[in-house]
């Protein structure tokens, strides 16, 4: 009788022990749910990423540091130019000095170890052995609207590796309007030069 007891409670304290480590398993999905990562790749959707678009008629209210706010409603606005910044095809801000030197810190950060200072594929990566990328010169780039630098920063381009999550878009288009600058300066017609310029350039050129 004893012997059937303690085999009994033997399985009991077995059966116990598995219920427990079931429960301590839920308890750690709860904690720790499975997630995907900005633009981490998935088998579940037919373009091969996990980022999904909102639904047709979402209103955007609140995104990253503007969530913090009450609601979601202070930097609403910063919000919606957020949002137009990353869909508009063409450059939504005026091309100032201020944005200029914007886009060219913003280069020099992310753009010019692989693209070189002056856009010609040449940066000190490039000479250490990896890829060179095409020169921003080049007829086909040249030829290219504002938005084609915008999407391969977002998106990335060949070996180029996306920068979605680390340069915001109010910075991809001032990237792309450096990168405009960058091929005036190389492609600048003698006419849109003042005379005196015109002579310093002929006196540098000799």
């Known amino acids: 009788m004893r012997r059937v007891y303690a085999v009994g409670?033997?399985?009991?304290?077995?059966?116990?022990?598995?219920?427990?480590?079931?429960?301590?398993?839920?308890?750690?999905?709860?904690?720790?749910?499975?997630?995907?990562?900005?633009?981490?790749?998935?088998?579940?959707?037919?373009?091969?990423?996990?980022?999904?678009?909102?639904?047709?008629?979402?209103?955007?209210?609140?995104?990253?540091?503007f969530a913090m706010s009450s609601a979601g409603r202070v930097g609403r606005e910063a919000a919606v130019r957020w949002d137009r910044d990353e869909h508009v095809e063409r450059n939504p801000y005026p091309i100032t000095p201020a944005l200029l030197q914007r886009g060219r810190e913003r280069y020099d950060i992310y753009c010019a170890p692989c693209h070189g200072p002056v856009g010609d594929g040449d940066g000190f990566i490039v000479r250490r052995g990896f890829p060179a990328p095409p020169s921003f010169h080049i007829d086909r780039l040249r030829d290219q609207g504002d938005r084609y630098f915008v999407d391969a920063i977002t998106r990335g381009y060949g070996v180029m590796y996306p920068y979605a999550d680390r340069v915001a878009p109010a910075d991809r288009w001032a990237i792309a309007a450096y990168v405009r600058a960058l091929q005036l300066s190389q492609h600048a017609p003698l006419t849109a030069l003042s005379a005196d310029e015109r002579t310093r350039l002929q006196s540098t050129t000799r």
């Open 9 to 65: 409670t033997l399985r009991a304290v077995i059966l116990l022990a598995a219920l427990l480590t079931g429960c301590e398993k839920g308890m750690q999905d709860m904690y720790q749910q499975p997630r995907y990562d900005p633009l981490a790749p998935s088998a579940l959707f037919q373009d091969g990423g996990a980022d999904r678009l909102p639904p047709p008629g979402s209103e955007i209210a609140s995104r990253g540091d």
